[in-house]
């Protein structure tokens, strides 16, 4: 079983940068690889972002490629997400995963999410 904390969501300005993180618990944090999805209102979860377990490669969804920045301290058993030039359509609460295996759309652990306003 694994715990997942997230926090660091709130309300900014579009063109703005919030740095969200995900305190994770319960098993060997650097045994499984980690991501963020995202649910605005109204619409289905959506993957953002995902690293591996060592951190050596991330992949992105194209809608965050080169404004959000997925990152993971193995020591701290936390991963982070640097969102940047921040957009009202970033609006959602984003989740913390954990993946199953090697999946990149199969998870076994989720939190229970922090929301993200940016108004315009």
């Known amino acids: 079983q694994v715990q997942l904390v997230e926090s660091g969501g709130g309300l900014v300005q579009a063109g703005g940068s919030l740095r969200l993180s995900c305190a994770a618990s319960?098993?060997?944090?650097?045994?499984?690889?980690m991501g963020w999805f995202r649910q605005a209102p109204g619409k289905e979860r959506e993957f953002v972002a995902r690293?591996?377990?060592?951190?050596?490669?991330?992949t992105y969804a194209d809608s965050v490629k080169g404004r959000f920045t997925i990152s993971r301290d193995n020591a701290k058993n936390t991963v982070y997400l640097q969102m940047n030039s921040l957009k009202p359509e970033d609006t959602a609460v984003y989740y913390c995963a954990v993946f199953k295996g090697g999946s990149y759309s199969l998870v076994d652990y989720w939190g229970k999410g922090t929301l993200v306003t940016v108004s315009p």
């Open positions: 690293i591996t377990r060592s951190g050596g490669s991330t």
């Open positions: 319960g098993r060997t944090f650097s045994s499984f690889a």
